[in-house]
């Protein structure tokens, strides 16, 4: 599976390790401020054309593992997903829901729900959740497709508290919140669903602020996972499926630099404060990383081809 890397932010274009294995760089600086957190439905067309001409094609012809950088990017990955060229299952790992409707433009926390809508999207997996399900954001979930089966929720670990969430079938990915997940576990966890799973390939999107703080760094709160569950949770959704039609990857720290007043107000009243070591955070994520390059087969070249 080819490698490559969405330049936003400059977090994973300037990991050296990650970027020596990318057959593609692609630059997209210029679009990171206005993009960050949040934009109009038509800056991100706009993107999505800009993305089609780097890349040569609005759908990607062959697998890739694109590392598009900090977690305030993920409504990108719906660029991602229209960009897949065959009806598939979709694998969402996020500490967060990233489903809310009712939003009238794109939000790194409501790109799931326009994805689940794509008629090429069969069925939404959303696992390793714990932030935002059954708070008060809870009134803008998708709860007709929650509660359909087409979007299948597997939590970190806990069951979600509330009437609605009572009637939704839904399992902790760990059978107590102290007792990590073992392949075994996530096998009984899928075996309702292996049916759908081997009857279509698999596109992957993975937010690392389901991990622990120890070991990941982040624009966001973090998760509770670790990264070998994380990586049996990849293994065991692939072993399932038919095949692996790509794969996104974000949740990599950068300082934040946003375009207007909208995406600065949503910088204050969302990210979490605290300060970051930039040096210490690259050198983490960056070895997480190159061992998800490695586990998802990604190809090694010399230097990255520059797009554009």
Not at 118 to 140: I, K, Q, S, T
Not at 222 to 229: H, I, N, Q, Y
Request: glycine content about 8%.
């Amino acid at each position: 599976m080819d490698v490559r890397i969405l330049d936003l932010d400059g977090s994973v274009a300037g990991q050296p390790r990650l970027a020596a294995r990318a057959k593609n760089l692609l630059p997209a600086d210029t679009w990171g401020p206005r993009l960050r957190m949040a934009c109009g439905w038509e800056a991100f067309g706009r993107f999505e054309i800009d993305l089609a001409r780097q890349l040569g094609s609005t759908r990607d012809a062959a697998p890739a593992l694109t590392f598009m950088g900090s977690g305030d990017f993920h409504h990108l990955s719906l660029a991602m997903v229209r960009r897949v060229p065959r009806r598939c299952n979709l694998l969402v790992i996020d500490n967060h829901p990233d489903w809310m409707r009712g939003v009238p433009f794109l939000h790194c926390g409501t790109w799931v729900y326009h994805a689940a809508q794509l008629p090429w999207v069969d069925r939404v997996f959303h696992v390793g959740g714990e932030v935002d399900f059954d708070n008060y954001y809870r009134h803008a979930a998708p709860w007709e497709m929650l509660h359909s089966g087409k979007i299948v929720t597997l939590p970190a670990i806990r069951r979600m508290e509330g009437r609605r969430w009572a009637a939704t079938p839904h399992e902790a990915l760990r059978p107590l919140p102290e007792v990590v997940m073992d392949r075994e576990r996530l096998e009984t966890l899928l075996w309702p669903y292996r049916l759908d799973l081997a009857k279509n390939p698999l596109y992957v999107s993975l937010d690392r602020d389901v991990l622990t703080a120890e070991h990941a760094t982040i624009n966001w709160d973090s998760g509770r996972l670790t990264p070998p569950e994380v990586f049996d949770l990849l293994d065991g959704f692939r072993d399932a499926s038919k095949s692996l039609l790509g794969m996104d990857v974000v949740g990599d720290w950068s300082p934040v630099r946003v375009s207007g007043l909208g995406r600065w107000l949503l910088h204050m009243t969302e990210h979490p404060a605290g300060g970051v070591d930039a040096r210490a955070s690259q050198r983490l994520n960056e070895a997480l990383n190159v061992a998800l390059v490695e586990r998802m087969g990604g190809g090694v070249s010399r230097s990255a081809k520059r797009a554009g």
